[in-house]
């Protein structure tokens, strides 16, 4: 970023020299610096933003959100555009978004690949509409930009058009055949007729990708779905067992670690807290919680089948409230940090802004949808600050799920998820977690069985209606013809309805997943006992 060329002289020397000291490391003299800048031109933009990045850089989260949200209401030019849409994603701050976006003349940016990312901005904000305008602009700059087909073929199967989807995709990958990302999309959608062809044009290019990579690793879970469509089940694992590898090299978890944030979790208190009941009219919340890849995503296309929900998809905003109301970052969607400082939290903030989200997102609606499985580790502050809300537990087969995780490339959602046995100890610690739930919180988290709600899904959609007050409605469960966008790795399946075999995919690899299942292994009794019991 160079200084602004409006500011004054003065400003625009104090300016430089804040990015100097700013690329030196000086953090704290820069952040001085800059808001000095700001404090003679409060209407600058480019200070403003500076400003918050450099809060956020120093931990200082809180700061850093404020100065966002300023700068999201200053008069914003289509050059900083891009510069605000990255900060209020970085925050969760989607309605600003939609706000800075609608009054920026935004048609007047003529960067394709500023526009392309804005536009994945808005959509991985639920703002889909706004993305596609934003797409259609980029591709009329552009006709030949392979972000702009990779990203409309991956909005287009969150739409459920999958032939759509996969005609952008490959669309793109004409243009730039060493797209990982494409290449990854289009294998989610693999079909035994088009596999074989795909295989060879991903091994034609992946050499290209630097050995140890994430873009390697992209191309060997790519190759792993690709010949599991083909049924060439031992192809299939030796890639996906090199992906692994390679993630394990870049990626970071510590069982210890998670073991304490569990611990800390069992061991809060917090302090009394009794928030007014919320007036008449507003959009309440329901939480979908569970494992990735357990079905969480079946269940909100239910729910969104019942005239008074409106589904809301995977957002991070609750965990953005935690980071606020504790001035606390961090790149996972909970810390001990975070729970240490939640005792000296301000829940009715946090109270407040989920319901800002709630009533922006839903309007008229009784019930939003908030799907982000992890929000698991948050149910104790939820509980808390939002007492009215009602938490649905999604629970499928340990195996079944861990499974599908490892054949899941989440991008650092899941740092677990590239090792057999660290998958398997994150599995239970989340098991032994959503004990205590229920425990401290009897009947407040509805569990509900994948399994028995595939062998039943009227007995399981009426239960799942009435802990949440809803009457039942029968068209609910057509889930498959259901409009409206699922922003999940399950997109390419949901749209087919309640699946009935999807259970056990992981069979022709049992000999290969033996430490995930052994690692398992509590789990597993402790369902066998469970079924048994039932029997009885």
Not at 24 to 46: H, K, M, N, Y
Not at 126 to 132: D, K, S
Not at 208 to 230: I, K, M, N, Q, V
Not at 414 to 427: F, H, I, K, R, T
């Amino acid at each position: 970023m160079s200084p602004p060329a409006q500011l004054p002289p003065h400003l625009q020397q104090a300016f430089g020299q804040a990015m100097v000291l700013a690329a030196r490391g000086d953090l704290r003299q820069a952040t001085d610096l800059i808001l000095r800048v700001r404090d003679g031109a409060p209407d600058s933009v480019e200070a403003t933003t500076l400003a918050s990045v450099l809060m956020l850089q120093q931990g200082r989260y809180r700061a850093a959100r404020r100065l966002a949200l300023q700068a999201s209401t200053l008069r914003v030019q289509p050059g900083d555009l891009l510069r605000i849409a990255r900060l209020l994603r970085r925050f969760e701050e989607s309605e600003a978004l939609e706000r800075v976006f609608l009054a920026t003349a935004w048609r007047e940016l003529d960067s394709a690949p500023a526009l392309a990312e804005v536009a994945q901005l808005l959509g991985f904000s639920g703002l889909y509409e706004l993305a596609f305008e934003c797409l259609a602009q980029a591709g009329a700059i552009d006709p030949a930009s392979p972000d702009v087909h990779y990203l409309r073929g991956l909005f287009r199967m969150f739409s459920g058009d999958m032939a759509g989807s996969r005609d952008s995709v490959r669309r793109a990958l004409e243009l730039e055949p060493r797209m990982v990302n494409a290449h990854w999309l289009l294998s989610m959608q693999e079909k035994a007729d088009t596999a074989e062809g795909h295989i060879d044009a991903m091994r034609r290019v992946m050499g290209a990708a630097e050995p140890g990579s994430e873009a390697r690793a992209g191309f060997d879970y790519s190759l792993h779905h690709s010949y599991h469509a083909l049924g060439r089940h031992d192809e299939a694992w030796q890639a996906l067992a090199h992906g692994h590898a390679t993630l394990r090299r870049l990626t970071r978890y510590s069982r210890q670690e998670q073991g304490e944030l569990v611990q800390a979790l069992e061991h809060m208190v917090l302090p009394a807290f009794e928030p007014a009941p919320a007036p008449d009219g507003q959009t309440g919340l329901i939480f979908i919680v569970g494992m990735f890849r357990s079905g969480t995503t079946l269940l909100e296309r239910l729910l969104a089948g019942h005239p008074d929900v409106q589904d809301g998809g995977e957002t991070s905003t609750f965990s953005a409230c935690m980071r606020d109301a504790t001035d606390c970052d961090s790149d996972q969607p909970l810390s001990p940090a975070i729970v240490a400082r939640a005792p000296h939290a301000d829940f009715a903030a946090v109270r407040a802004r989920m319901q800002q989200f709630a009533n922006w997102r839903a309007p008229g609606k009784r019930w939003l949808t908030e799907k982000l499985p992890s929000n698991f580790l948050h149910i104790g502050f939820i509980l808390h600050a939002l007492p009215e809300a009602r938490i649905l537990h999604m629970r499928r087969d340990p195996v079944d799920t861990c499974f599908s995780n490892l054949r899941t490339l989440f991008r650092g959602g899941a740092p677990y998820a590239c090792d057999q046995g660290d998958l398997a100890d994150y599995y239970l610690k989340y098991r032994r977690l959503m004990a205590h739930w229920h425990a401290v919180a009897p009947g407040r988290v509805l569990d509900v069985d994948y399994a028995r709600f595939v062998a039943d899904p009227e007995a399981q959609a009426r239960r799942v209606m009435a802990h949440c007050g809803l009457d039942y409605v029968p068209g609910a469960l057509d889930i498959g013809s259901r409009q409206g966008m699922a922003a999940t790795a399950s997109a390419a399946h949901v749209r087919q309805g309640v699946l009935k075999n999807r259970g056990q995919a992981w069979k022709p690899y049992e000999a290969q997943l033996q430490p995930l299942i052994r690692g398992l292994r509590e789990a597993l009794e402790d369902d066998a006992g469970g079924k048994a019991g039932a029997a009885g």
